[in-house]
């Protein structure tokens, strides 16, 4: 089973520039998620899905968009880079249900210049 | 509204003694808790999980939490550390009226010392 799988695992880009992030799972799993993580302040939620066609904010929505158009892929996009964006973004899916945990691809790597 | 709060930032123990790192949470609702880990450069795993069966809860690798209702608690604890627990632990809450929205603590990194 691949599970929860990211690409690409770093990237580099500069301020202004505009990238995708990708993240498909392969559980069948209903809710899928977007953190990010910065050193000391664990893990904050980007934006969510709990199915296809359905997205909301989370805690950091800014200067992020989502689309959720098959079960399978949730991907995230930066519409312009900024510096304060560098950070270690995971993807999550789970079944939605409270007491099943989420699992986690390997992360993606970001900087921007 | 729910939220977590890891005790301590950093713990640091010799290898073969006990780990004990420290988890509050604030819930509206009967909570489910779970304890994740992360391994340098890598994603996080489910070390274990509370969801309103038994109050200890047992781990991989020797892992093992405790539900403490009375005192909003989930300490995670192992006998004996190893080397390779060395790494970041991060406890959870799942909002069971949000599609299991969840709340993560600020994370506590192990150290463990040869």
């Known amino acids: 089973n691949a599970g929860v799988t990211q690409t690409p695992k770093f990237q580099v880009l500069k301020t202004g520039q505009s990238m995708t992030l990708q993240c498909a799972q392969d559980m069948n799993h ?13 893990l904050r939620l980007i934006h ?29 996009r930066l519409l312009s880079a900024a510096p304060s964006q560098t950070s270690v973004y995971f993807c999550a899916s789970s079944t939605g249900h409270s007491n099943q945990p989420q699992h986690f691809g390997d992360g993606t790597r970001l900087s921007i210049l | 509204a729910q939220s977590v709060t890891q005790l301590d930032s950093h713990v640091s123990v010799s290898e073969g003694t006990p780990v004990l790192l420290r988890c509050n949470y604030s819930s509206s609702y009967s909570p489910s808790l ?37 005192e909003t608690s989930f300490h995670l604890t192992k006998p004996s550390a190893h080397m390779s627990d060395a790494a970041e632990y991060f406890c959870v809450v799942s909002d069971p009226t949000n599609a299991g929205k969840s709340t993560f603590g600020d994370g506590t990194t192990l150290t463990v010392k040869p």
Not at chain 1, 30 to 42: F, L, N, T, V
Not at chain 1, 53 to 71: A, F, H, K, L
Not at chain 2, 40 to 68: D, H, M, R, W
């Open chain 1, 48 to 76: 969510y899905s709990v199915g296809a066609g359905i997205t909301d904010q989370g805690e950091v929505p800014n200067g992020y968009n989502v689309s959720r158009s098959t079960t399978e892929d949730f991907p995230l």
């Open chain 2, 34 to 70: 779970f304890w994740y880990v992360q391994h340098p450069n890598k994603g996080l795993q489910l070390l274990l999980k509370y969801t309103s069966a038994a109050t200890l809860v047992k781990g991989i690798n020797g892992f093992e939490a405790e539900f403490k209702k009375s």
């Open chain 1, 30 to 42: 209903e809710y899928m998620s977007w953190y990010r993580q910065d050193p000391g302040m664990g």
